[in-house]
């Protein structure tokens, strides 16, 4: 049985209890904050399923390497060990880096220094992580705000 399956049997009979109001808007945050998860995971393996095809110069090099930095950055202090509102957790770094990589990305493919194919496969790829990290942080910070 897959983990959300368990958890969505878990709600189900809770639901049918009797619940406070303050127990109910708690089971709505978690439930929250386990989407939030679910949906990094989701990207997560999106991004695995687009295999960097090797990039085209140095340029896109450096923009890639900076947003994986910026990345890495958030997911590493928003994880059980470090606060969501670290300032390495910065969101608005790893949003500047990853329109680096995308301009990046789009410069090499109008100029034909990447194929198409692979400007777009790359485009997704980091769109995910992005989009992967995004949700993450979110949940953190749900996670952070709790009583």
Known sequence: ??????????????????????????????LRIQRYHESAAEQALAAAALRPQGLADARVAAAEAAFLAAANAVLA????????????????????????????????????????????????????????TQQFHKSRRRQADRP
């Open 77 to 132: 202090h928003g994880g059980p060990t470090g606060p969501a509102d670290s300032p390495a957790a910065d969101l608005g770094t790893m949003e500047v880096r990853y329109e680096e990589i995308k301009t990046a990305l789009l410069a090499a493919g109008a100029d034909a220094r990447l194929a198409l194919a692979a400007m777009e496969q790359a485009l997704r790829r980091f769109s995910a992580l992005r989009r992967g």
């Open 1 to 30: 049985m897959s983990l959300d399956a368990a958890i969505e049997r878990f709600v189900e009979r809770l639901r049918s209890t009797l619940m406070s109001q303050r127990d109910s808007a708690r089971l709505a945050e978690l």
